[in-house]
């Protein structure tokens, strides 16, 4: 077996950014349930559930500018953007896809290692700039409009109409809804099923120690 050892690849911001985001984000699909599904589900009860996702849209959107100035500001915006070519890039891309969707099962090494500026592998990489600078700002300015359609009446029409506006928050909610339950399931693929969720509560991902000579 070989041997571990512990790098410091989650600060304690990020950690804080994270449980945050999780804990609001399932919140906010509970609400929006009971909202969408008013008579149909009864988890609380209509009042209660459009004030507390009013109320947890702006910690999340609060939230979402935290993130965004501590990586901005700070040398930890590396880890989005590796020092990579295009073609290195897809090439990468493409290996840790076919380990995700065949290796695995095969019991062959991942392809990608772990260090304080590449903690994500390229698939991570790509996914989470595209949610996180793309999908979420939508969803956030789409939730801002139905929080006052009068308020932001010319955004709304600038959309095309609140039913257009309804219509993309209602997709992404699914898409994040699906999103909760695929990323436990790929943070579980570590070394052992739960070393990625003990690194984001101590910081400390356990790294495997490649053997002499590879």
Partial sequence: MNQMHKLYVHPLPVRIWHWTNAISFILMILTGVQIRYIGMVNLM????????????????????FLWFGFYLFSDKIKVYHPELSPMKHFRDSFRQMM????????????????????KFNPMQSMTYQ?????????????????????????????????RVVDTVHVLLFIFFSAFIFIHPYLASLGHTPTAHFKA???????????PAGH
């Fill in 45 to 64: 009860s209509f009042k209660m559930a459009v004030d507390l996702h009013n109320l947890v849209g702006f910690v999340l959107i609060a939230n979402f």
């Fill in 99 to 118: 380990f995700y969707g065949y290796g695995i099962f095969r019991g062959q090494p991942n392809p990608h290692h772990v260090s304080v500026y590449h």
């Fill in 130 to 162: 595209i949610i996180m600078l793309l999908l979420v700002p939508i969803q956030f300015y789409t939730g801002v409009l139905l929080w006052d359609v009068e308020m932001f009446e010319t955004g709304v029409n600038l959309f095309g109409g609140v």
């Fill in 200 to 210: 984001m509560f101590t910081g400390y991902e356990e790294i495997e120690d490649e």
